[in-house]
């Protein structure tokens, strides 16, 4: 495998799972000129990254430690987990703090029940249907500054 630049110490991002959200992340961070890489188990993924997308693609299943040493995880600085499941987002997010000692890992949590189990491990997390309620109910209650139940 070939890095194609050498990594800082202080800016390296490892996206993990290349569906819509990681691919926007990914063109984000590109666009912003960060370091990142995007491991997805299946290359068909990889075509929802945007031409302009400047970092590195590696297929395979993050899961195994052998993909995570190719993409230079010891390296890396922020590992975000957007895989489709949450139990394979644990593992990976656990597996990388304490084997690899990365300090920030966010993972997107389907589930938000399992929230506290992340929290034990010092895991920040983004659970999308949370942050969708609370959308939706900040629009229904503040619409041109007024409450639409009042
Ligand atoms: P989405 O549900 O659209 O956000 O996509 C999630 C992505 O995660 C898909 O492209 C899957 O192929 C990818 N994915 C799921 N499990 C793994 C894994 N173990 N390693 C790498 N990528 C994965």
Same mark, same amino acid.
């Given at each position: 495998?070939? $890095?194609? *630049?050498?990594?800082?110490?202080?800016?390296?991002?490892?996206?993990?799972?290349?569906?819509?959200? %990681?691919?926007?992340?990914?063109?984000?961070?590109?666009?912003?000129?960060?370091? &990142?890489?995007?491991?997805? *188990?299946?290359?068909?993924?990889?075509?929802?990254?945007?031409?302009?997308? %400047?970092?590195?693609?590696? !297929? %395979?299943?993050?899961?195994?430690?052998?993909?995570? *040493?190719?993409?230079?995880?010891?390296?890396?600085?922020?590992?975000?987990?957007?895989?489709?499941?949450?139990?394979?987002?644990?593992? $990976?997010?656990?597996? &990388?703090? !304490?084997?690899?000692?990365? *300090?920030? &890992? $966010?993972?997107?949590?389907?589930?938000?029940?399992?929230?506290?189990?992340?929290?034990?491990?010092?895991?920040?997390?983004?659970?999308?249907?949370?942050?969708?309620?609370?959308?939706?109910?900040?629009?229904?209650?503040?619409?041109?500054?007024?409450?639409?139940?009042?």
């Amino acid at each position: 495998m070939v $890095i194609y *630049k050498s990594r800082e110490h202080n800016d390296y991002t490892i996206i993990i799972g290349c569906g819509r959200l %990681g691919a926007s992340l990914a063109a984000s961070l590109s666009n912003r000129k960060k370091n &990142v890489s995007i491991i997805d *188990k299946n290359k068909e993924a990889f075509r929802k990254l945007s031409p302009s997308f %400047g970092g590195l693609t590696l !297929e %395979g299943d993050a899961t195994y430690i052998d993909i995570l *040493k190719e993409a230079e995880i010891d390296k890396s600085t922020v590992v975000i987990l957007v895989t489709n499941n949450d139990n394979t987002n644990i593992m $990976i997010a656990q597996m &990388v703090k !304490e084997l690899f000692g990365i *300090k920030t &890992v $966010i993972a997107r949590l389907y589930d938000p029940e399992r929230e506290c189990v992340y929290k034990e491990f010092n895991i920040d997390t983004i659970c999308p249907s949370i942050l969708s309620a609370n959308k939706i109910d900040e629009l229904l209650n503040i619409k041109n500054g007024e409450s639409i139940y009042a």
